[in-house]
């Protein structure tokens, strides 16, 4: 589908499943070759990293745990600035190396969250694997190692991201069509 429409609004495609596959697995490659005699733990940021994490495990061949964590901070199609825990940990993660997984980084707010309380938890080493990375809105500091496409300051749907509750489970990543949603 080259276009989708969700809650009224349309979409037109920005990246497609076969170009998503690819950057998965150049970031697992990456992930294969830094981590291999580490055993880390995979940290999956739920909802939105679910099609991301599977895709990405499946590539990933280290000795390694997957466990997941879920936070909310979006209403609609803009950030909410607020970062609720809804899930925690149950693991013991003292002393072990963390990957992040998530779907989208953008002001960083997220992940300075969840870095933040895996520090107070004791881990040794912290590293981030995101799907998108849109560094025109990151205002944090924190190093992003596995970044598997670069994108604008967009709003995007699809592919385990989601525009109020929906388009979670098209294969291809969405962005708002302006030119089709004027013409309205």
């Known amino acids: ?12 495609i920005k990246i497609s499943a076969a170009e998503i596959h690819k950057a998965v697995s150049d970031v697992a490659r990456q992930i294969n070759i830094d981590l291999k005699d580490k055993k880390p733990l995979f940290l999956a940021v739920l909802n939105g990293s679910f099609m991301f994490a599977s895709d990405l495990m499946k590539k990933v061949n280290v000795e390694c745990e997957i466990s997941f964590m879920k936070l909310a901070s979006y209403e609609g ?15 013991d993660i003292k002393g072990r190396t963390v990957v992040i997984i998530e779907d989208i980084v ?7 969250n969840i870095a933040e309380q895996l520090k107070e938890l004791g881990v040794s080493e912290i590293k981030i694997a995101t799907l998108l990375f849109k560094p025109e809105a990151y205002t944090k500091t924190i190093p992003i190692e596995y970044t598997a496409i670069v994108v604008p300051n967009d709003f995007l749907v699809g592919y385990g991201l989601d525009y109020n509750g929906l388009g979670r489970n098209l294969a291809d990543i969405y962005v708002l069509d302006y030119v089709a949603d004027e013409k309205k």
């Open 1 to 12: 589908m080259s276009k989708v429409v969700i809650h009224g609004h349309t979409f037109k």
């Open 77 to 91: 199609t803009s950030s909410t600035g607020t970062i609720k825990q809804l899930i925690g940990i149950n693991e």
């Open 106 to 112: 953008d002001t960083g707010n997220t992940i300075e």
